[in-house]
């Protein structure tokens, strides 16, 4: 399956993408953890990345569009796969079709998790409490959610255009959540 994970920040992305993995095991394509670890790394890409990061804003797509074409050319995605947290804007979407339309490998679905923002702010700032992220102060939690909505949810439309979006309920526990994500999957792969 080749799929696209698409949720707002403090919506329950992260967990879920860790469940759709362990069940259906495509290759977790995470361009966030892809950009910590170059961070950690101090490569160029990584120091690069940092100031748009630690502020809630994205990094260029260019630099995104650049990782995720020679990630995707590597063998292990060849069978299937799950973006999460790419594509984050329309000119990303835009070079991510252009990719798979040249290798004729079009997405199977859009998952879209929806979560209400005051609900969103609310978890945010309870993990910034509990984990001190440097990308969790309030001011850049703002921010992060304010990116979202103006760069990342018109991809929604996008998506929808071409058929491809499932939304669904983020509210509920982690399993009930779960379960709405894999009635899509599901029937999907049917
Ligand atoms: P995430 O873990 O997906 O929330 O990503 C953490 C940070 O990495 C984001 O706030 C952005 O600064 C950057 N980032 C991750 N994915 C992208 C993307 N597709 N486009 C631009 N920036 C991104």
Same mark, same amino acid.
């Given at each position: 399956?080749?799929? #696209?994970?698409?949720?707002?920040?403090?919506? +329950?992305?992260?967990?879920?993408? /860790?469940?759709?993995?362990? =069940?259906?095991?495509?290759?977790?394509?995470?361009?966030?953890?892809?950009?910590?670890?170059?961070?950690?790394? =101090?490569?160029?890409?990584?120091?690069?990345?940092? =100031?748009?990061?630690?502020?809630?804003? $994205?990094?260029?797509?260019? #630099?995104? #569009? +650049?990782?995720?074409?020679?990630? &995707? @050319?590597?063998?292990?995605?060849?069978? +299937?796969?799950? $973006?999460? +947290?790419?594509?984050?804007?329309?000119?990303?979407?835009?070079?991510?079709?252009?990719?798979?339309?040249?290798?004729?490998?079009? !997405?199977?679905? /859009? &998952?879209?998790?929806?979560?209400?923002?005051?609900?969103?702010?609310?978890? &945010?700032?309870?993990?910034?409490?509990?984990?001190?992220?440097?990308?969790?102060?309030?001011?850049?939690? =703002?921010?992060?959610?304010? /990116?979202?909505?103006?760069?990342?949810?018109?991809?929604?439309?996008?998506?929808?255009? @071409?058929? !491809?979006?499932?939304?669904?309920?983020? &509210?509920?526990?982690?399993?009930?959540?779960?379960?709405?994500?894999?009635?899509?999957?599901?029937?999907?792969?049917?």
């Amino acid at each position: 399956m080749r799929i #696209v994970f698409i949720g707002p920040p403090g919506s +329950g992305k992260g967990t879920q993408a /860790v469940n759709i993995i362990k =069940k259906y095991k495509p290759v977790h394509l995470s361009t966030g953890d892809m950009l910590r670890a170059a961070r950690a790394a =101090k490569t160029e890409i990584g120091l690069q990345a940092d =100031k748009y990061m630690s502020s809630g804003q $994205l990094v260029p797509d260019d #630099v995104i #569009v +650049g990782i995720i074409s020679e990630r &995707l @050319k590597q063998e292990d995605c060849q069978a +299937g796969y799950l $973006l999460d +947290g790419f594509p984050r804007t329309i000119a990303q979407a835009e070079a991510l079709d252009k990719m798979l339309a040249e290798k004729k490998t079009p !997405l199977d679905a /859009v &998952l879209e998790l929806q979560v209400p923002d005051d609900e969103l702010f609310r978890r &945010l700032a309870e993990r910034a409490e509990k984990e001190g992220r440097s990308d969790d102060t309030p001011e850049v939690i =703002k921010n992060r959610l304010k /990116v979202y909505n103006e760069q990342t949810s018109p991809l929604l439309a996008y998506y929808g255009k @071409k058929n !491809l979006l499932k939304s669904f309920n983020g &509210l509920g526990t982690v399993e009930e959540v779960f379960a709405r994500i894999e009635t899509i999957l599901d029937s999907l792969q049917k």
